[in-house]
């Protein structure tokens, strides 16, 4: 799997530990393990330092990954179920473009192919919302 196999694997290992304790804890946990595998597979230590930084910022599984998550939980009317419902399809789309982000040798890339989703997307919720606004307009 090389090198994008490790730093996957170290990102859900980091995520998934930062799911239940702090993220910073998470990351204090995992950089040793991290570090130690890094250099024996020669791979650069700040890519691995990257890898734990993204993945231990992003807790969107459960509530308990991070303090905000808390703090709209209840007020929110919230269940832990769609913290998971929510957050796993982030986490899951994170994994695969960190991963790709750091393994790409030419990383401003992955930067300008998420610019042209991001305004896509954007150019269609936009043509969907005059849409609606000509319909509710006309009747």
Request: charged share 10%.
């Amino acid at each position: 799997i090389g090198n994008a196999g490790l730093l996957g694997s170290v990102y859900i290992a980091t995520v998934l530990m930062s799911q239940v304790v702090a993220n910073n804890a998470a990351a204090a946990l995992i950089f040793p393990i991290a570090m130690d595998a890094a250099e024996k597979v020669g791979l650069d230590l700040s890519l691995m330092g990257f890898a734990i930084m993204l993945a231990s910022s992003a807790a969107f599984m459960t509530p308990f990954g991070y303090q905000t998550n808390l703090m709209v939980m209840g007020p929110g009317g919230y269940s832990t179920g769609d913290f998971l419902i929510f957050g796993t399809p982030m986490q899951v789309v994170l994994v695969f473009v960190s991963t790709v982000a750091l393994v790409v040798s030419r990383w401003w890339m992955v930067w300008l192919v998420s610019l042209a989703i991001l305004v896509a997307a954007s150019m269609f919720r936009l043509y969907q919302d005059t849409r609606r606004m000509r319909t509710n307009f006309s009747a």
